[in-house]
Every structure is written in C-alpha cells, then in structure tokens.
C-alpha cells in the first residue's frame, strides 16, 4: 500500500503561480501511470497531467502550455508545477499513481484562484 500527500496548494491571484507536491511513502519508480487529476466545486473529477509509461508528459488542452509535471525519483515526490493560473483553475487537485490506471489516490490539495 503506498500513501500519497499533497502540499502546496492555497489561495493565488489570477496570473500567479503554485507549485505542487506529491510525497510518496515508498519508490514510485514502478509505476507506469503517475499524474495529477482535479474536481472544481460541483464538477466531476477530470484529468489534468501525467506521464506516459514511456516517460513523456500528457497534458489536459486547459492547461497545456501552463502547467508541468515532473517527478524526483531519488526523493520519490511529483510536482505539478502551475502558472498564469485562472479562476477556473480553482480545484482539489490530486495525485494518482498506479499500473496502467490511477490505483493509488492522495487526499489532495486545495487551489483556489481568485482576487
């Protein structure tokens, strides 16, 4: 069993920018299906970042080219590092890790985006 902890969300102004991490209790190099998911206020949960099992980066069309996953294997830890974020970036974001689909969940992290 592998238990995932979120930090790093809060409150930021429109255009700012939060990074977030995710600590894992044990190695994740073994998982194929590492990334990040969100569900805004009275929204279903929907999918935000994640690596392929190949090691590339994926990424939701709301947020591509704003935000970036990345991992520190040695430190068993992925981040999802978010800019120029807009109010409807407001969310719990959460992290998942898994073999082939999220198996493992965090209880995620509050980002709020607002002035």
């Known amino acids: 069993q592998v238990q995932l902890v979120e930090s790093g969300g809060g409150l930021v102004q429109p255009g700012g920018s939060l990074r977030l991490s995710c600590a894992a209790s044990?190695?994740?190099?073994?998982?194929?299906?590492v990334g990040w998911y969100r569900q805004a206020p009275g929204k279903e949960r929907e999918f935000v970042a994640r690596?392929?099992?190949?090691?590339?980066?994926k990424y939701a069309d709301s947020v591509k080219g704003r935000f970036t996953i990345s991992r520190d294997n040695a430190k068993n830890t992925v981040f999802l590092q978010m800019t120029n974020l807009k109010p409807e970036d407001t969310a719990v974001y959460y992290c998942?890790?898994?073999?082939?689909?999220?198996?493992?969940w965090g209880k995620g992290t509050l980002v709020t985006v607002s002035s």
């Open positions: 998942t890790m898994g073999w082939g689909s999220p198996d493992y």
């Open positions: 044990g190695s994740i190099t073994s998982f194929n299906a």
């Open positions: 690596f392929t099992p190949g090691g590339l980066t």
